[in-house]
T-cell receptor, first 113, second 114 residues
Framework: DAGVTQSPTHLIKTRGQQVTLRCSPK?????VSWYQQALGQGPQFIFQ???????QRGNFPDRFSGHQFPNYSSELNVNALLLGDSALYLC????????????FGNGTRLTVT | GNSVTQMEGPVTLSEEAFLTINCTYT??????LFWYVQYPGEGLQLLLK?????DKGSNKGFEATYRKETTSFHLEKGSVQVSDSAVYFC?????????????FGSGTRLSIRP
């Protein structure tokens, strides 16, 4: 049973560029959430996708956008990268809007230079 | 707003020592409370949870009790092992958000000496 998979594992980008991160949810899950974890900090909620729509959003600027596909996989896009966007980006999947626990992937480490 | 404050690390203990990691929260309504663990090189994993006051969550020898009167959810283990070395995050979610929108504390790094 495959868990949550994220790609790539590491990425280096230059300030001002755009980046796309990918996530495949755990088998049987239909909801994907994205979190940003800065070094030494706890994860911060970016947004949640369910039924191909953004359902909830945290305090992140519009430069952060996403998409969910019919197979429930998801992408996180960040435009006009800033040095402060350097972080570990975590994808988590769950089942619907129930209180089912989140299952996290190992994350994508993004470095902006 | 909703927030979680947890004990700053790092915490270093000898094997078989007693562990407490303090966590307090601020929330509107009646939050669900969680402890997540992040082992080196791995993703976040749910360690335990409690959904209402006085509930005790437990897993792998770890326990935490939801204390509404002190707004706390301290993590305890009676005898730690080297394999418990990891970063531990206290977290909450509320009925007014969703189960996916979890608010995390800043994490406590735990190192266990053999």
């Amino acid at each position: 049973d495959a868990g949550v998979t994220q790609s790539p594992t590491h990425l280096i980008k230059t300030r001002g560029q755009q980046v796309t991160l990918r996530c495949s949810p755990k088998s049987g899950h239909d909801t994907v959430s994205w979190y940003q974890q800065a070094l030494g900090q706890g994860p911060q909620f970016i947004f949640q996708y369910y039924e191909e729509e953004e359902r909830q959003r945290g305090n992140f600027p519009d430069r952060f956008s996403g998409h969910q596909f019919p197979n429930y996989s998801s992408e996180l896009n960040v435009n006009a990268l800033l040095l402060g966007d350097s972080a570990l980006y975590l994808c988590a999947s769950s089942l619907g809007s129930s209180n089912s626990p989140l299952h996290f992937g190992n994350g994508t480490r993004l470095t902006v230079t | 707003g909703n927030s979680v404050t947890q004990m700053e690390g790092p915490v270093t203990l000898s094997e078989e020592a007693f562990l407490t990691i303090n966590c307090t929260y601020t929330a509107t309504g009646y939050p669900s409370l969680f402890w997540y663990v992040q082992y080196p090189g791995e993703g976040l994993q749910l360690l335990l949870k409690a959904t209402k006051a006085d509930d005790k969550g437990s897993n792998k020898g770890f326990e935490a009790t939801y204390r509404k009167e002190t707004t706390s959810f301290h993590l305890e283990k009676g005898s730690v092992q080297v394999s418990d070395s990891a970063v531990y995050f206290c977290a909450l979610s509320t009925l007014y958000s969703s189960a996916s929108k979890i608010i995390f504390g800043s994490g406590t790094r735990l190192s266990i000496r053999p």
